[in-house]
């Protein structure tokens, strides 16, 4: 298979080219630049030097391909509308060069979107209905534009990350930005008594469950897959091995506080998120083998020597 890989010079996707090189596919990787190029040829990919805004050429590639993996996305959070739009232009560029094909395209999204879509205290499903006004992400809205591609012909997949896909090539991820956070702050808080909860998966586990998802040639269109290995972590252990790596302390603060004082991450550190993965690992054979997060956090201190 002639995979396309967008974002695949990133901190999943040069995993996703190297697990499906391994498998013996053919992956063209996108890069937005030579540096992110050679990383891509390191993983056994062919490499693609441009960007998701060249819709154009994106589609192009997209419609030379058996099948799509869109891991772009433009983490600006000083422009996060402009990088909302990016994304839903691209998808619906490449939903236009794959109608009536019959082939997948997946993309990138998040499980912190059924946030707003679950009950309190409700662990979130793949069934689990997503209303896109009251998502926690403002993302759900690419995601139902990429699920409604299914009714044009093609095999359309949600990849619904967990908020902390955690793993060696982790260097921006969200578990990178929180010690960073922690560190700038001199200390790391949890809201209130930090019960709320994170799902997590390590990327090698994710890259293994995005090849799983291509090569099943039945795999239902439209649907959502869930890439949570651990499915919720109270956040106060999560803030407590972040504390113990960065030799800070750790406290309880209020909503308020985190947002202030640990930047746009701390909006999210009160988010009640667990999700299952059930239908995923059962639709796909999926047993996820790496380190759990808190194990990675506590391995050999990787995370706080990068």
Do not use: C
């Not at 063209?28 to 990919?45: K, T």
């Not at 912190?112 to 689990?128: F, H, K, R, Y």
């Not at 059962?282 to 990675?296: A, N, Q, R, Y």
């Amino acid at each position: 298979m002639k995979v396309f890989v967008t974002g695949a010079s990133g901190h999943i996707g040069q995993l996703v080219t190297a697990e499906l090189v391994g498998a013996g596919h053919e992956v063209v990787g996108l890069a937005r630049s030579e540096e992110g190029a050679q990383r891509v040829a390191a993983q056994g990919g062919s490499p693609i030097v441009g960007t998701m805004d060249d819709t154009a050429h994106v589609a192009e590639l997209a419609a030379a391909a058996d099948g799509v993996v869109n891991l772009a996305f433009k983490h600006d959070f000083g422009d996060f509308g402009a990088a909302l739009a990016a994304d839903r232009a691209l998808i619906l560029a490449i939903g236009d060069a794959l109608a009536d094909s019959g082939k997948p395209f997946f993309a990138a999204s998040g499980t912190m979107m059924l946030a707003g879509s679950t009950a309190p205290g409700e662990i979130g499903t793949e069934d689990t209905v997503v209303d896109a006004s009251t998502a926690a992400n403002p993302r759900a809205v690419t995601e139902q534009l990429l699920l409604g591609l299914s009714g044009r012909g093609i095999r359309t997949a949600a990849l619904r990350f967990a908020p902390t896909v955690h793993g060696p090539t982790d260097l921006h991820g969200f578990i990178p930005t929180l010690i960073e956070a922690a560190r700038a702050a001199g200390g790391f808080g949890y809201v209130g008594d930090g019960a709320n909860r994170w799902p997590a998966v390590h990327n090698v586990d994710a890259a293994h469950l995005i090849r799983l998802a291509l090569e099943k040639d039945d795999l239902p269109a439209g649907i959502p897959l869930h890439f949570a290995a651990d499915e919720g972590i109270p956040f106060r252990e999560i803030a407590e091995a972040i504390g113990r790596g960065a030799g800070v302390p750790v406290e309880s603060v209020s909503a308020e506080v985190a947002a202030e004082r640990y930047g746009f991450i701390g909006a999210f550190i009160g988010v009640d998120n667990p999700t299952s993965s059930a239908k995923t690992r059962e639709l796909l054979s999926w047993t996820p083998s790496h380190p759990g997060l808190l194990e990675d956090l506590a391995l050999d201190g990787t995370y706080f020597t990068r």
